[in-house]
């Protein structure tokens, strides 16, 4: 049967702030990415993340972004590649505690937001970002685009990797997602949405804005967990995946299929 991995960005709330719908979307999911303090989250908000993806039995990952609480990480920064190293060492280690708090093993790690998008663009940022992950856990798998820096990087250093999707951005011809600052980036109609997951799942491509068909590595779809339709989205394409015959399960046992 078909497997794919729904991980979802949580634990992004801090202090009196709260964002997302943490509680009602992870019983829906397979993979969590939580946030680590940089761009979001605080220890506490990290403690509780971790702590119910445990009890739903939802694999966990660090979601390590730039120091830009102000920005939510999506700002361009630079950075030298040897300090996001460190910064991705640190976040990765600070989420791992709580993992080992909780008795779970850490699965992965998505960078976040900027750093997510430049990586993939910046060989020597993606090397960067490689050699933070495995000097902390070799055995964790980088999640990001099927193509790109990122996953070249990964396949140097000796990381797995799981293709990600995104069930409500579009795409340019190179793979990459559409700039949030440009019309069309975010796909608003639901059945739209959840019609390109299906493509991208069972065929391995998706319409770009341009109307090219383009290849995908449809490991994981990451659904969303803010905005007042979040719960119903997840649940929609969750649906629609059993519907369609196509199991869901963490990213770790989908990779898992392929390296066999």
Same mark, same amino acid.
């Given at each position: ?133 495995? /000097?902390?856990? $070799? *055995? ?8 790109? !820096? %990122? =996953? &070249? ?31 069309? /980036?975010?796909? $608003? *109609? ?8 299906? !493509? %991208? =799942? &069972? ?58």
């Amino acid at each position: 049967m078909k497997m794919v991995d729904l991980n979802c960005d949580l634990g992004e709330s801090f202090g009196n702030y709260k964002i997302g719908m943490d509680e009602q979307v992870l019983p829906w999911i397979t993979s969590a990415n939580i946030a680590c303090g940089f761009h979001a989250s605080d220890p506490v908000i990290m403690d509780k993340t971790v702590r119910m993806a445990a009890e739903c039995g939802v694999k966990i990952g660090a979601h390590p972004g730039y120091q830009d609480l102000a920005g939510f990480g999506r700002r361009n920064m630079k950075v030298a590649p040897a300090e996001v190293t460190d910064l991705i060492i640190y976040q990765i280690g600070a989420l791992k505690a709580f993992c080992a708090a909780y008795g779970v093993k850490m699965q992965h790690v998505k960078p976040h937001g900027a750093l997510y998008n430049m990586a993939d663009k910046d060989e020597e940022l993606a090397m960067a970002v490689c050699r933070g992950i495995r /000097a902390v856990d $070799e *055995e964790l798998i980088l999640l990001g685009p099927g193509s790109g !820096k %990122m =996953v &070249q990087a990964a396949q140097k250093s000796g990381l797995k990797t799981a293709g990600e999707v995104f069930a409500d951005r579009a795409y340019m011809e190179d793979g990459s997602l559409v700039p949030r600052t440009q019309p069309g /980036a975010m796909i $608003e *109609e639901e059945e739209e949405a959840i019609e390109r997951v299906l !493509k %991208m =799942v &069972q065929t391995g491509t998706v319409t770009a804005i341009t109307g090219k068909e383009i290849p995908v590595k449809a490991d994981s779809v990451c659904v969303h967990g803010d905005g007042e339709k979040a719960l119903l989205f997840v649940q929609k394409i969750k649906k629609a995946l059993d519907e369609a015959g196509i199991a869901t399960a963490p990213m770790s046992r989908v990779i898992g299929e392929c390296y066999e």
